[in-house]
């Protein structure tokens, strides 16, 4: 695996890690401190080598935890599902679909009982 560091904004502090996990060549995951604090914002990761983000965490908090992720489920290039965990108990309690890619959210599925099932 190999990893390159990046300063985006000149300040001395690398902002942006691209990592090639596979080896083939190509940076599949890119993690993101947005405000140059030392902690991952944002992780990016392209799981099919073609360039385009199938898969972003977001760690809103900084815990190490991914409070939401947006995944790219039908490989068109659009992240147009959202899990999100509010109480970081492991469980998304709201999934949120954008069917057609257009930007709007169609659908929303919530686990209003905790029990790690979307209510239907």
């Known amino acids: 695996m190999s990893s390159t560091a990046y300063d985006m904004d000149g300040d001395g502090y690398n902002e942006t890690l691209a990592q090639d996990t596979n080896g083939d060549g190509y940076d599949d995951t890119v993690h993101v401190d947005t405000d140059a604090d030392g902690y991952i914002d944002t992780t990016y990761v392209d799981t099919d080598g073609d360039g385009i983000t199938d898969v972003k965490g977001i760690d809103a908090n900084q815990n190490g935890y991914y409070e939401t992720i947006a995944e790219d ?3 068109d290039g659009y992240l147009e599902t959202v899990y999100t965990d509010t109480n970081e108990d492991g469980y998304y309690e ?3 679909v954008d069917t057609d890619a257009d930007g709007f959210i169609d659908q929303t599925f919530m686990d209003t009982d ?3 099932v979307l209510d239907t």
Request: hydrophobic share 10%.
């Open 73 to 75: 489920t039908n490989a």
């Open 94 to 96: 709201t999934t949120q």
């Open 114 to 116: 905790g029990d790690g």
